[in-house]
């Protein structure tokens, strides 16, 4: 089959399975991207389709996590946190729909900004690859205690850099004895889902459980669906006025530069900065999440191509999260061997739009036309509790496929670790895949592993 035609088809899949999951409140990117990504790599997916399935999952589940945050007020993802605030303003105005609209055609110029953005900028720092890749585990090693301490743990997450090192490399220790590899998957699985596993755990625990029961309910009023253009296509350049055109256009430019930062953290700076300089509070609230929108898509996209276009290595939070699995997926990609090696900068382009187009022609009238609609019928009919299990059970699939019933209890192992670091010290999950990529070398270097 042509491989136009395959990216295209993964594309679509892609759009239309993260559009879907994106209305699904809480569904974190690493727990829905990871998995996923791995399933369509290790079914023999050409690197190019990957690249267009990926990007078209980025730009559906960006595009549609705005629903349930300001229809809501429940984060679509960790990153619709920093709009909370904002969306709540708009609700009480009666406007959640317009924070919709506002958010997603924010969104969907932010990724077209960024993407050629970040492409120019990886091929200019491609310049210095060979150097990061000459030093690879210093770099990770300095970037983990970097990421850790601006992370939400801090101290404790720089403290606890060794201990989590030293557990990943007796775990890869012990599964080389048992099944004579090293294992990669396995780790990535568990780091990703280690947030929701714990949520598990807690949820299981008679000591810990008071924590997460409510004795009722929860209510939401939603305001009636108001469509305010013709057909089904709507173009964002009308839903968004001047200034919040040209405020989220200058924000995602710039953030396309910062991929080194937290998305979250550069979604937030540059609201407030922007927020900041505008009067009303009506004018400010749909600027504000215009922007904080443009922003999620932007630092995702330029934080997932410009590690993977300029070095091959996960240099940014993104690459350590949602796409880790383009840089390393054994046994068909590492470090050595992944999309940076197989792909032209021309394929990242015209691929990388493909994904983006598909997706974005998915994601963007339906969230547009539909979204409270399907956002009732999520919270109606569809139980979190199977959500949970479908992932939990592709997370079994692809780590027993690595490394049989040894990958599945590494996996498990990890995320019951990792996840409990993450809800109760606030050491992320960007700073847990930074230490797994640096152990090797910071145990070599501590006790000469």
Not at 237 to 246: A, G, N, V
Not at 423 to 447: E, K, N, T
Request: a positive charge; glycine letters at 8%.
């Amino acid at each position: 089959m042509d491989i136009y035609v395959i990216s295209i088809l993964l594309a679509v899949v892609g759009g239309v399975l993260f559009t879907l999951i994106g209305l699904i409140s809480g569904s974190d990117e690493t727990a829905t991207m990871v998995p996923f990504t791995l399933l369509v790599i290790l079914l023999g997916a050409p690197p190019v389709a990957v690249f267009s399935f990926f990007m078209a999952a980025v730009i559906s589940k960006h595009l549609t996590h705005a629903a349930p945050t300001a229809l809501m007020g429940i984060p679509g993802d960790t990153m619709m946190v920093p709009l909370l605030d904002y969306t709540e303003t708009l609700r009480k105005l009666g406007v959640p729909h317009i924070a919709v609209r506002k958010m997603i055609s924010g969104g969907l110029i932010g990724a077209l900004i960024s993407f050629p953005v970040s492409l120019l900028f990886a091929q200019f720092l491609g310049q210095f690859a060979e150097f990061f890749k000459e030093y690879t585990g210093v770099i990770f090693a300095v970037a983990a205690v970097i990421i850790a301490y601006f992370s939400k743990g801090k101290w404790v997450s720089v403290l606890l850099i060794v201990p989590f090192a030293m557990l990943i490399q007796g775990l890869n220790l012990l599964s080389f004895e048992v099944l004579g590899k090293n294992l990669a998957i396995s780790f990535f699985l568990g780091i990703a889902i280690g947030p929701m596993f714990s949520d598990i755990l807690i949820a299981l625990s008679s000591s810990a459980r008071k924590d997460v029961v409510r004795k009722h309910p929860q209510k939401y009023n939603l305001a009636p669906e108001i469509k305010s253009w013709s057909g089904y296509f709507p173009n964002p350049l009308r839903i968004l006025t001047s200034p919040q055109k040209w405020f989220t256009s200058f924000s995602s430019f710039i953030t396309s530069f910062t991929f080194t930062f937290s998305p979250t953290g550069m979604t937030a700076l540059m609201g407030e900065l922007v927020g900041s300089r505008i009067k009303g509070l009506y004018k400010r609230s749909t600027t504000t999440v215009s922007v904080m929108n443009g922003v999620t898509e932007s630092t995702y996209i330029a934080e997932t191509i410009i590690p993977l276009v300029a070095f091959g290595l996960p240099l940014s939070p993104m690459a350590l999260g949602p796409a880790a699995a383009l840089f390393n997926a054994p046994p068909v990609f590492s470090v050595d061997h992944n999309l940076h090696h197989l792909m032209s900068s021309w394929d990242f382009f015209i691929f990388g739009a493909i994904g983006l187009i598909v997706g974005a022609i998915i994601a963007y009238p339906f969230v547009m036309n539909y979204s409270r609609k399907a956002t009732v019928f999520i919270m109606k009919y569809i139980s979190q509790e199977a959500i949970i299990g479908m992932f939990i059970a592709i997370v079994c699939v692809i780590a027993y496929y690595e490394g049989q019933v040894t990958g599945i209890l590494v996996t498990f192992t990890v995320a019951a670790v990792g996840g409990l670091f993450n809800r109760i010290l606030g050491v992320g999950s960007g700073v847990q895949f930074m230490i797994y990529y640096g152990s090797a070398w910071i145990m070599a270097v501590l006790i000469g592993l």
